[in-house]
């Protein structure tokens, strides 16, 4: 039982350069999110799922695209990476509404340069 | 809108030493709240929760109550170690948001012999 697995762990890229974010879940959650953890700014919401088939917009959703095609994986897609980008980004998941905690990856640190 | 405040760090401690780390919240509707923990490199873990007014949530010896009267999450520890050593974050889940957490940007503890 893996829980919340993402991939790649580490990621350096050039400015325009693009590349996708995997996050997997053995725990059928049926929502799952995507943050960013900058210094200072604790974790800020970027994309959010709540089922096969379905995204929703968070607190910064611009620069950034999802799919959620598979209950098990969430992706989070950059299209032309840019230095502001540079973040450590971690993927969540819940069971569903209520009173449940969520669940989190191991993260991913990107490099924007 | 729904918010968390939490206690600017960082906070360093002796070992054995009480820790209270305060958290404060706003909130449209009736939240769920929890106290999660990042060590380094890793991500965040639950530490405890409490899903209704005066709920105590306690874990590892760390306990939070749920005061609706001041809107307040406090943790607390009465004699912490150099193992509790961590980033601390205070959420607010909300099931009428989509089921969106909202995160306080987090409180650096260092524990030292």
């Known amino acids: 039982n893996a829980g919340v697995t993402q991939t790649p762990k580490f990621r350096v890229l050039k400015t325009g350069q693009s590349m996708t974010l995997l996050c997997a879940q053995d725990?059928?959650?049926?929502?799952m999110y995507w943050y960013r953890q900058d210094p200072g700014m604790g974790l800020r919401l970027i994309h959010y799922?709540?089922?096969?088939?379905?995204?929703a917009k968070g607190e910064v959703p611009d620069g950034y695209n999802v799919s959620r095609l598979k209950k098990q994986n969430f992706l989070l897609g950059l299209e032309s990476a840019a230095p502001s980008q540079t973040s450590v980004y971690f993927c969540?998941?819940?069971?569903?509404?209520?009173?449940?905690?969520?669940?989190f990856g191991p993260g991913t640190r990107l490099t924007v340069t | 809108g729904n918010s968390v405040t939490q206690m600017e760090g960082p906070v360093t401690l002796s070992e054995e030493a009480f820790l209270t780390i305060n958290c404060t919240y706003t909130?449209?509707?009736?939240?769920?709240l929890f106290w999660y923990v990042q060590y380094p490199g890793e991500g965040l873990q639950l530490l405890l929760k409490?899903?209704?007014?005066?709920d105590k949530g306690s874990n590892k010896g760390f306990e939070a109550t749920y005061r609706k009267e001041t809107t307040s999450f406090h943790l607390e520890k009465g004699s912490v170690q150099v193992s509790d050593s961590a980033v601390y974050f205070c959420?607010?889940?909300?099931?009428?948001?989509?089921?969106?957490?909202?995160f306080g940007t987090g409180t650096s503890l260092t524990v030292i012999p």
């Open positions: 969540a998941t819940q069971l569903t509404v209520g009173s449940y905690e969520q669940y």
């Open positions: 799922s709540v089922g096969e088939g379905t995204t």
């Open positions: 959420a607010l889940g909300e099931s009428n948001t989509g089921n969106q957490f909202y």
């Open positions: 909130a449209t509707g009736y939240p769920s």
């Open positions: 725990m059928n959650h049926e929502y």
């Open positions: 409490a899903t209704k007014a005066d």
